[in-house]
């Protein structure tokens, strides 16, 4: 498995402010995903984070509201921009190696409250 | 569209005792995995198990085994001598060979009772 790390784990932000989430993987992986899990819910994906290119975002998620940066093979930030209460969301990053076989390996996850 | 589907948003078990959760999940797909992911109170993602459907042996892992029912498209996952440590949420998840995304069951949530 991949050893992977979320900054902030939590965060209580204002309305219409934005927030930026780090993952950091130990190795270098093929895919990094981004999911959102409201409150009670089961996670949806937002996007797949491209190194290099802009990512692929899924229905309903665009890139003004989370972009998303893949600078290299172990890094990936997602921005929550104009934070609205309704983004009040675990948000959690998910790592595929190739090599590893198909299964995908998910980072603590990040507690965001927006008042 | 594929959806998977867990019936049963709230199960309890007593320690040491055996616990069945159920999935079941709709794809015109042949081949692709199948998942069971525990996510405790501390809310990180912990893979339990996979299935490839190719395999018709049902995987186990220790106390932790599924019954695979391909043509049911059913993904249940047993849970022997149960522990206090078990409780948690637990998701079944799909992916289809020709993607990488998963899809994601609504959860169970189990309790372990002393």
């Known amino acids: 498995s991949a050893v992977i790390s979320q900054k902030p784990s939590r965060d209580i932000c204002q309305r219409g402010t934005s927030l930026t989430i780090q993952c950091q993987v130990d190795s270098q992986v093929t895919m990094m995903f981004w999911y959102r899990q409201q409150p009670g819910q089961s996670l949806t994906l937002i996007a797949t984070a491209n190194q290099g290119s802009e990512a692929t975002y899924e229905s309903g998620f665009v890139i003004d509201k989370f972009p998303i940066s893949r600078p290299n093979l172990t890094f990936s930030t997602l921005t929550v921009s104009n934070m609205s209460p309704e983004d009040s969301s675990i948000y959690l990053c998910?790592?595929?190696?190739?090599?590893?076989?198909?299964?995908?390996?998910f980072g603590p996850g990040t507690r965001l409250l927006v008042l | 569209a594929q959806t998977v589907t867990q019936s049963q948003p709230e199960m309890s078990v007593q320690e040491a005792e055996t616990v069945t959760l159920s999935c079941t999940y709709d794809?015109?797909?042949?081949?692709?995995?199948l998942f069971w992911y525990k996510q405790p109170p501390s809310r990180q993602m912990i893979l339990v198990i996979r299935q490839e459907a190719y395999k018709q042996q049902n995987a186990t892992e220790n106390r932790f085994s599924v019954n695979f029912q391909k043509a049911a498209k059913s993904f249940s996952l047993k849970i022997s001598d149960s522990q206090l440590g078990d409780a948690a949420m637990y998701f079944c998840?799909?992916?289809?060979?020709?993607?990488?995304?998963?899809?994601f069951g609504t959860g169970t949530r189990l309790q372990v009772f002393p």
């Open positions: 794809t015109s797909e042949s081949d692709y995995y």
């Open positions: 998910s790592v595929l190696r190739a090599l590893a076989g198909e299964t995908q390996y």
């Open positions: 998840a799909y992916r289809p060979l020709n993607t990488d995304k998963l899809i």
